[in-house]
C-alpha cells in the first residue's frame, strides 16, 4: 500500500507514445494541468523506441547500402569494397531515437507536463497509482488523481502460441530492429507492413529473405493490380514470397519452419524466425475491472464517437481502441481528446487515415481502393498513371510504380488512391488534402504541380480519372 501523497491533476495520461504524448501536449496547451505516465524512462512509446522511428533509420541506411553496393555505378560512382558494419548501423539507429526520445522530454519540460515513470494501475475511476514495481506492493507507488483520465498504452506483438518468442530464433520486431549480425536466413512470418520492412532492410543487407503469408497475397488491404507490382518488384530485389501458406511450426534441431498449402508440408530453413502477424491492444495490468472500463469481443477497449470508456472521465486513443494501428491515428485521437476535455471541439476523420509501407518503392493509399469500392456496389472511374513516364522518375531511377486515383463515377469525388513508388507516403498527403474537403478529381487535376516533379504524377492520375492524361496514351 502506498504511504505517498496523492497529487491531483487535471488530466492524467497513461502511455507516452504518439497518442499519449501528443494528447498531454495539447491538453496543457489548452491550459490543463497534465501527467503523463510511461513504463519506460524514455518516452515516445514503441513507436520511437522500437517500432516507427528505428525501423526507418534502418531502411534508409540499409537502402544507402544497396544503393552503393548494387546501384552506383550505373551513375559513374565507383565504389570499390562495399561492405557492412551492423554493429555501426545499428548504434546510428539507436542514435536517431535518442536524440528523438530527448526532444520530446524537453517538449514535456517546456509545456510544464509533469512525467512519471513507471507502471500504472487504477484503483478507483479517477486515480491511479503509478511505481516501478506494482505488483510487489512497494510503498513508493505514487497515487494520482485526475477528473479526466487517458488510457494510451499502445500494443505490443502478436505472439504465435506455437512461436513463442525467444528473442534468439523466435523473434518480434522488437528484437529485429537489433540484430547484432546479418542472419543466413531469415523467415518472416506476415506479409504485413512490419515483416515486408524488415524483411526488406535485412535482405538489402545480405539475408536469405522468405516472406510467408496466410492470405493470397501480401499487403492485404491493396488492390490486387497494385500488390502484383509490388510484389514482383520485392522479388526482384531477392525477397521470397510465399502466399496462401498457413505456418505450423518450427523445428529447433534442423533450423526449419514449417507450413502448409493445399494439403503439401512446406519446409523453409531459417536462423531466425520474425513473426510479424500484427499486434494485439497493450492494457495488461492496468487494473480495468477496477475501474469498471469495459473490454469489447477483440479486447480492446470500448469506447464511443467520442473515444469514451463507459466509464465518467476515462477516455482510450490510438492502438488500445478499434481502428488501425498507426501513429498518426493515435495522434489524432489524442488530440481531439484533449480538446473535448478542454471543452473545445475535437475533430477526426478515421475515413481519411492514410497507411504506409515503407520498403523501396513505398506502397501508401487512403480511402477507398477499387477492389474495396466495387465490393460496395460503388460505380467508380479509376485513374492511372506509371511513373516510367515521369520525367523526374526517370532522372532518378525511380520508374517502379504508379499512382492510381479511384472517383465516384457519377460525382467525380475522390473515394480513395494508391501509390506505389519513391516516396509514396510524402505523394498521398496532397490526395488527402484534396480529399478532406470533398475533392474531385478535377479539382486535383487542375491543381498546379511544379515540374520536373514526381508529384506530377498524382495529377496525371487524376487526370486520367477522365481518360484526359496529358503524358500518356
Not at 543466413?184 to 543487407?205: C, D, M, N, T, Y
Not at 481531439?336 to 518503392?361: C, F, Q, R, S
Not at 480529399?435 to 515540374?451: F, V
Request: charged letters at 20%.
Amino acid at each position: 500500500m502506498s504511504s505517498a501523497p496523492s497529487q491531483s491533476f487535471d488530466l492524467i495520461v497513461i502511455g507516452a507514445g504518439p497518442g499519449g504524448y501528443v494528447c498531454a501536449f495539447r491538453a496543457a496547451q489548452l491550459g490543463l494541468k497534465v501527467a503523463l505516465i510511461d513504463k519506460r524512462a524514455a518516452l515516445g512509446g514503441t513507436c520511437l523506441n522500437v517500432g516507427c522511428i528505428p525501423s526507418k533509420a534502418l531502411l534508409h541506411s540499409s537502402e544507402q547500402y544497396a544503393f552503393a553496393k548494387h546501384h552506383a555505378a550505373v551513375h559513374g560512382i565507383k565504389i570499390d569494397g562495399v561492405s557492412i558494419d551492423v554493429p555501426t548501423m545499428i548504434k546510428k539507429k539507436d542514435d536517431v531515437v535518442t536524440k528523438l526520445t530527448a526532444g520530446i522530454a524537453a517538449l514535456a519540460k517546456a509545456r510544464k507536463v509533469t512525467v512519471f515513470t513507471g507502471a500504472a494501475k487504477f484503483t478507483s475511476a479517477n486515480t491511479v497509482l503509478v511505481g516501478p514495481d506494482l505488483a510487489s506492493g512497494r510503498s513508493d507507488a505514487q497515487p494520482l488523481t485526475a477528473k479526466n483520465i487517458v488510457i494510451a498504452t499502445g500494443s505490443a506483438p502478436v505472439e504465435l502460441p506455437f512461436l513463442k518468442f525467444d528473442g534468439e530464433t523466435i523473434i518480434s520486431s522488437d528484437h529485429a530492429i537489433s540484430l547484432p549480425s546479418v542472419p543466413q536466413r531469415l523467415v518472416v512470418v506476415g506479409g504485413g507492413a512490419i515483416g515486408l520492412e524488415l524483411g526488406s532492410v535485412w535482405a538489402r543487407l545480405g539475408a536469405e529473405v522468405t516472406v510467408v503469408e496466410f492470405l493470397p497475397k501480401i499487403a492485404a488491404a491493396y488492390d490486387d493490380d497494385v500488390v502484383r507490382q509490388f510484389t514482383r518488384i520485392l522479388q526482384k530485389q531477392g525477397l521470397k514470397i510465399e502466399c496462401g501458406a498457413k505456418v505450423t511450426g518450427y523445428d529447433t534441431a534442423k533450423g526449419i519452419l514449417t507450413a502448409e498449402r493445399d494439403g503439401k508440408v512446406l519446409e523453409f530453413p531459417a536462423d531466425k524466425v520474425l513473426v510479424a502477424v500484427g499486434r494485439r491492444p497493450y492494457a495488461d495490468a492496468l487494473g480495468l475491472d477496477v475501474a469498471g472500463v469495459a473490454l469489447d469481443e477483440k479486447k480492446r477497449i470500448a469506447v464511443n464517437a467520442h473515444l469514451q470508456t463507459k466509464v465518467p472521465g476515462i477516455w482510450a486513443i490510438g492502438d488500445v481502441i478499434a481502428g488501425p494501428m498507426l501513429a498518426h491515428k493515435a495522434e489524432e485521437d489524442g488530440v481531439a481528446v484533449a480538446e473535448w476535455i478542454a471543452g473545445k471541439h475535437g475533430h477526426i476523420n478515421w475515413d481519411l487515415m492514410p497507411a504506409i509501407v515503407y520498403t523501396d518503392p513505398e506502397l501508401a493509399s487512403v480511402g477507398l481502393g477499387e477492389d474495396a469500392a466495387k465490393a460496395k456496389g460503388l460505380k467508380v472511374n479509376v485513374g492511372k498513371f506509371n511513373f516510367a513516364a515521369n520525367g523526374r522518375a526517370i532522372a532518378a531511377d525511380a520508374t517502379d510504380g504508379l499512382v492510381k486515383i479511384v472517383a465516384d463515377a457519377a460525382t467525380d469525388k475522390i473515394l480513395g488512391a494508391q501509390i506505389l513508388g519513391k516516396n509514396a507516403g510524402e505523394l498521398i498527403s496532397e490526395i488527402v488534402t484534396h480529399m478532406e474537403y470533398g475533392g474531385s478529381a478535377e479539382d486535383l487535376a487542375r491543381t498546379i504541380h511544379a515540374h520536373p516533379t514526381m508529384s506530377e504524377a498524382v495529377k496525371e492520375a487524376a487526370l486520367a480519372v477522365s481518360k484526359s492524361a496529358l503524358h500518356a496514351i
